[in-house]
């Protein structure tokens, strides 16, 4: 009898089985076997006030459940090896209820990252589940329905069709939008700059003006400048003073989720959503000579904290490589003020400090390798000497000003020497306290004011986690959710909110302003927080929040006033006969139908405000309905041309224009034959007996089944890496083709 292990990821299921013997049975349950269910509300409030969530199953997971059912009854232990965090522990928890085993009796198991030591280790180390960890997912998770299940109807009802609402998401909308009232709130203020070169081509700065501190918006007109420069320009200079000091830069922290996020998008143009996904992979493993290892630690943490062997190991590779002038004598320590403590218990780091980047490009991909880089000279450099440098301050005078030139030089490089530093060194000549100094020109020059900048994707990152917004895993998936909704778009790497982003904002902040409060959502943050330490109950949050949310979503059905606007334009539909309306979407005014949803007649409107109107793509066809016996008519539709019923919407038949290709190889689970379909994801390979038979494959069956004890899979042909290989569709074994 085996022991079996569950995580979460297929990738991370391949990695663990490469370090454990014949004794270990390794399965995904690929994220959330359990959640609430996609058609209701899914939770039942209680006489009693308490909340009860109906979790259900996805039909997508039926079958992963019962494979994980099976094995786990004839396994002697089952351990549960989700990732460490609330998620992960919540997981964990539905995994047990699924299977009907007591989730207390189940040893859990938990480590950072993936690899043999670190597996073995949590094996021989269990623990149980931790409740109040899985309390408080519940609590973000049943809060966030109730947020979304509730407001987004009502903003749908009052703005416009598709809106949506929700507990992190509304308040990090309100942040881009009040940025973007901001800027267009601004008015430019004039103001001037005295800029002047000494001899030798020493730029320097004024600072004093007959006895007048010179600031940034001093010198308001172009009057006051000409009258500056009249003045100065003829007087005599010395140099008044020279100092010099030696400064430390320190050295940077290691990665936490929003850092990484953040310097990602800066150094390497990567948008949150891709930074987790290629940190995913490094996590979950690679496949090396060795076989698969997890190249860093889970990346979805917000500790500082360092392994003490890793930062052994980290110091014994700088002592060998850079030398002793680079190794502090005890280790660098990095603290940060415990917010969110649920999440994993260290930073990002890689998991072999001999795995360097040089040895890491023959495994990894060009994108993969460009982060795992940068995670592992960061961590390098976390364990390194401060860089210093000289500063140099001269002070040149005349009787009625003072002028300051600035110089710096690296005069040790220290953590730099994996890092890099782009600055380069401004150094400033020889000068003698007294020496008389000349002014090679001077001008003034003419300056506005800018409004403050858009949010880039890491500056709004940094901004939510100042906030407590939010925790790490939620940073990407908000952004993302912002932009599927089209409330804001990416412009050349800036955040750009569209208008019906502010009309929701200004629902939200007259209405419901405690949803768009960015202090009332990192006190949520807190409560939940609070829940996962056990020092707060999770179903009194949840009436704390409901009972006022409600009574305000009550009150928005009657006495929020509708800004759905249609208005007549004086023409009746064409198809219908029925008034045409203009009226307000999402992507901007448009003409439709009065006779919606019976009629779905509509025109566009152009930038100059012309109604486009539309223009029918049907062709005839030679064949008729198979369900009514009308003509079929050619339609063309995301995927391509098909044939449809020109009875619509009477009828709603539609068929494929050529009949689909076949396959040679029988469906892996009946026997049927498989047809290749398209769908908006691509083409598939799906069986003829669908609904009856589910199989799809998204890659060609080659034949053959899988090899592994057990499995009998089926292997589909594809290409991994560059070059062909047959892959397990369900264990995802691979070998070559």
């Known amino acids: 009898m085996k022991n079996l292990i569950i995580v979460e990821s297929p990738a991370k299921a391949k990695t663990i089985k490469n370090f454990l013997g014949k004794d270990y049975e390794v399965i995904a349950s690929k994220g959330h076997i359990r959640d609430l269910p996609k058609s209701s509300f899914g939770i039942t409030i209680e006489e009693d006030g308490t909340f009860t969530p109906k979790y259900a199953i996805a039909k997508e997971h039926a079958a992963t459940v019962k494979q994980i059912k099976e094995l786990a009854q004839k396994a002697q232990t089952v351990y549960i090896a989700t990732d460490e965090d609330r998620e992960g522990e919540a997981i964990g928890w539905h995994i047990a209820q699924a299977i009907k085993k007591d989730p207390a009796t189940l040893p859990r198991i938990v480590f950072h990252e993936i690899t043999q030591k670190a597996i073995l280790h949590a094996l021989e180390n269990p623990r149980t589940l ?19 299940y509730k407001l987004s109807p009502l903003l749908s009802q009052k703005i416009q069709k598709g809106l949506s609402g929700g507990r992190v998401q509304s308040s990090t909308l309100k942040i881009v939008v009040d940025r973007e009232r901001e800027i267009r709130a601004f008015v430019p203020q004039e103001y001037y700059t005295i800029d002047t070169v000494f001899e030798k081509e020493l730029e320097a700065t004024l600072t004093l003006f007959k006895a007048q501190k010179i600031e940034k918006l001093t010198i308001a007109t172009a009057k006051e400048a000409q009258h500056i420069v009249d003045t100065l320009y003829r007087q005599s200079y010395h140099v008044a003073d020279i100092e010099n000091k030696t400064r430390k830069t320190s050295v940077p922290p290691p990665f936490m989720t929003s850092t990484l996020q953040q310097t990602a998008s800066s150094q390497l143009s990567y948008s949150p959503k891709r930074t987790m996904m290629l940190a995913q992979t490094l996590y979950e493993g690679v496949a090396i000579d060795k076989g698969q290892v997890g190249f860093i630690t889970y990346m979805r943490t917000d500790s500082l904290n360092l392994a003490a062997e890793a930062v052994e190991a980290a110091r014994t590779a700088i002592l060998s490589r850079y030398g002793e002038a680079y190794l502090p004598k005890t280790p660098n320590v990095f ?83 994996v890092l890099g530093n782009e600055d380069k060194d401004k150094l400033l000549p020889n000068l003698a306290k007294g020496q008389a100094m000349k002014v090679a020109s001077m001008k003034s020059s003419q300056h506005f004011t800018e409004p403050p900048s858009r949010f880039s994707e890491a500056s709004l990152i940094k901004l939510l986690e100042q906030l407590g917004i939010g925790r790490p895993s ?154 009514c016996g009308a003509p079929m008519v050619v339609k063309s539709g995301r995927n391509g041309k098909f044939l449809a019923c020109s009875a619509y919407p009477k009828c709603k038949n539609t068929q494929p224009l050529e009949a689909p290709k076949t396959l040679d190889v029988p469906c892996p689970e009946c026997g049927g034959h498989l047809l290749e379909r398209r769908s908006r994801r691509g083409n598939f390979f799906g069986c003829e007996n669908y609904p009856k038979c589910t199989f799809i494959s998204k890659y060609p069956l080659s034949g053959k089944t899988c090899s592994v004890e057990g499995c009998g899979g089926a292997l589909v042909s594809r290409q991994f890496r560059g070059k062909e290989v047959l892959e397990c569709l369900k264990c995802k074994e691979r070998t070559d083709a």
């Open 130 to 148: 931790n409740m109040p960890q899985i309390d408080a997912q519940q609590a973000r998770r049943l809060l966030d329905r109730i947020v979304g």
């Open 335 to 417: 603290t940060k003020k415990a917010k969110g403590a649920q999440e994993a218990h260290e930073a990002i780091r890689p998991t072999m400090i001999d795995m360097t980047p040089q040895k890491a490009a023959q495994y990894l991909k060009n994108d993969e390798l460009a982060l795992y880089t940068l995670i592992y000279n960061r961590f390098l450099a976390c364990q390194m000497t401060d860089a210093q440098f000289e500063l140099q301050t001269i002070t040149i005078n005349s009787t009625d000003s003072s002028f300051k030139l600035n110089g710096r030089k690296l005069i040790f490089d220290g953590f730099y020497k």
């Open 474 to 627: 939620t940073y990407a998936p908000t952004i993302s959710i912002l932009q599927s909704r089209d409330y804001i778009e990416i412009e050349k790497r800036q955040i750009v909110p569209q208008e019906i982003a502010f009309k929701v904002t200004e629902m939200l902040e007259s209405n419901f302003e405690n949803i768009v409060d960015s202090n009332f959502t990192a006190n949520m943050e807190d409560q939940l927080d609070k829940i996962a330490e056990n020092e707060a109950d999770w179903q009194k949050v949840l009436k704390d929040f409901y009972t006022p949310f409600m009574a305000k979503i009550d009150a928005g059905k009657e006495g929020i006033q509708s800004q759905k606007v249609a208005t007549p334009i004086g023409r009746d539909c064409p198809q219908c006969g029925a008034p045409l309306l203009q009226r307000s979407g999402r992507f901007g005014q448009f003409i439709a139908c009065s006779g919606y949803p019976k009629c779905k007649y509509t025109e566009a409107i152009d930038a100059q405000g012309n109604a486009t109107p539309k223009v029918s793509t049907e062709e005839p066809s030679d064949q008729t309905c198979s369900k």
